[in-house]
């Protein structure tokens, strides 16, 4: 069952938590529930500037307004998590909704917002299931996540902060990373996952 937050604000700490919740939410049909889950959610990753956060909140939010047929605020959603996602050329966080995700970027694109990017998802998508990460050892769910946020700028301290780590430990992630990309640096691992559609 989930925590009832009270009067105490929503801390990032249980948000990987929480948006797994808004997930299933979505998948069980009830997606109002999860729309006014997130809403606390989004409110607090606004107000903090988590910018890789915020894009998979509307994602989720983008997909909850579409399965009530609200598919102008669906569209709204996503054209927002479009144009902070473009900068920063975030491709796995759409990919991994899956088929939903797919359709409301089609809508994005016959609508034109931020039809070059979905567009560039949709192609993303494309090739995702043609090749479901093509490496001998895939990446794990930490492991991408350190990449994105590599992918994103981030410095080890930067995502320390930001995964609740220890800076040893976002090293020793990133050494998985490079040696399962078979690269050596920051912008190989990054040119590298970017071929592979991983971030």
């Known amino acids: ?14 948000e990987a938590e929480d948006l797994t919740i808004a997930r ?3 998948a069980q049909g009830d997606p109002g529930a ?7 959610l989004l409110t607090a990753a606004r107000s903090d500037g988590r910018y890789g956060s915020l894009i ?9 307004f579409a399965a009530q047929h609200r598919d102008d605020e669906g569209l709204s959603a996503l054209a927002e998590a479009l144009e902070l996602a ?7 966080t759409f990919l991994d909704e899956g088929a939903p995700i797919a359709e409301l970027l089609r809508s994005a694109v016959v609508h034109d917002r931020h039809a070059s ?17 093509p490496l001998p050892e895939p990446l794990s769910d930490r492991e991408l996540e350190v990449l994105r946020l590599v992918a994103a700028g981030y410095s080890n301290q930067a995502i320390a902060n ?6 040893s430990t976002v090293k020793k992630h990133i050494n998985h990373v490079y040696a399962k990309l078979a690269v050596t640096s920051r912008t190989q691992a990054v040119a590298r996952g970017r071929e592979l559609g991983l971030v």
């Open 1 to 14: 069952t989930h925590r009832a937050r009270g009067d105490h604000p929503i801390t990032y700490l249980h």
């Open 24 to 26: 299933l939410l979505i």
């Open 34 to 40: 999860a729309e006014t889950l997130l809403h606390g």
């Open 56 to 64: 998979e909140m509307l994602t989720l939010q983008a997909l909850a």
């Open 86 to 92: 473009e900068p920063e050329g975030f491709v796995r």
């Open 117 to 133: 990017y979905a567009l560039q998802l949709l192609k993303a998508f494309d090739e995702s299931a043609a090749t479901e990460q």
């Open 162 to 167: 930001e995964l609740f780590l220890a800076v």
